[in-house]
């Protein structure tokens, strides 16, 4: 069975032909399927228009009705909170994902990858978006070790086992694609078209990127307090050939008039550089209380072997 995961805020417009290019893509891929919508905490026609679809499908499609907005990632947890099948799909509700795609994402799952990302190499974004984008893909590939174009796509793809994973984890502060991939054996990206929004616009701004990046590089390495260790050992190394510096130049020209200020500076700078040590030292543990608190498994067992014959795994 295909699980359709997609988290809706506010998009009354698009849901309509959203759902009439939908059912015919679903009703064509030939297994069974399930839709799951979040409801964001609309506060337009949006969870009335869900209900009315979910409503002529005897239960195929269902609406998740959110308390309040929770933003797109806690939405689409929830949602795959909620799963049944055995891959499951996301996907945006504005129409920027073409529902068409998504045989193709399930060919890749079927050729053996746990996790297939869609990659919108032809954006239609604004371009300080892209650009941002552009930023965020980078810093991603790092933090997770995984190297995608396209992390923010939303039109992936992913085994029943990965998603189990990544509610598991239950975090405050997730990302989904970059979780998934970090327990990915097998990920594979696939080039699919995007959309300009039709309607409504985008609900992300500056600050919304900002903060998803700052979760990132939190959320999956411990990069911000190890800067600080290395920029402490780094002042200590420049203080140590300051140092070396005046001692050489007090032997060989003898005392010099701005000699006691320059000392004072080396002084300074040895003290900079071991405050800037302490501190990092400090984060380190800091951040290891943090991994430890955030309990994301270590290793991930997908089955046992035990060399009777195995059930073909879709
Ligand atoms: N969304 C949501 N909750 C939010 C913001 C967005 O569920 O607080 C949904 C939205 O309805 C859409 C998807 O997340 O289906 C992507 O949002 P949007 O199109 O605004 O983001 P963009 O395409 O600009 O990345
Ligand atoms: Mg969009």
Redesign the pocket.
Known sequence: MVSVV??????SATLPSLWSRLKPVLDGIGREWELIF?D?GSSDESLRILKTIAGGEDGRVRVVELAR????HS?ILAGLRQVRGEVVVTL???L?NPPEEIPRLLAEIDAGNDVVGGWREDRR?TNW?KFASRLQNRLTSTVVGVRMHDY?C?LRAYRRHIIDTVVDCDEKASFVPALANSFAKRVAEIKVGHAE?SDG????NFLTLANLSLNLITGFSLLPIQALSLAGVGIFLLDAFLFAFLIFHRLFFGPQQEGALWLLFAVLFLLVGLLFLALGLIGEYVGRIYSEVRRRPTYVVREVHDGRAEEPRR
């Open positions: 997609i988290p809706v805020f506010n998009e979040i964001d907005n929770f933003g797109q939405a945006d509700a504005d920027q974004d978006r923010g939303m929004r616009a985008s609900k992300y």
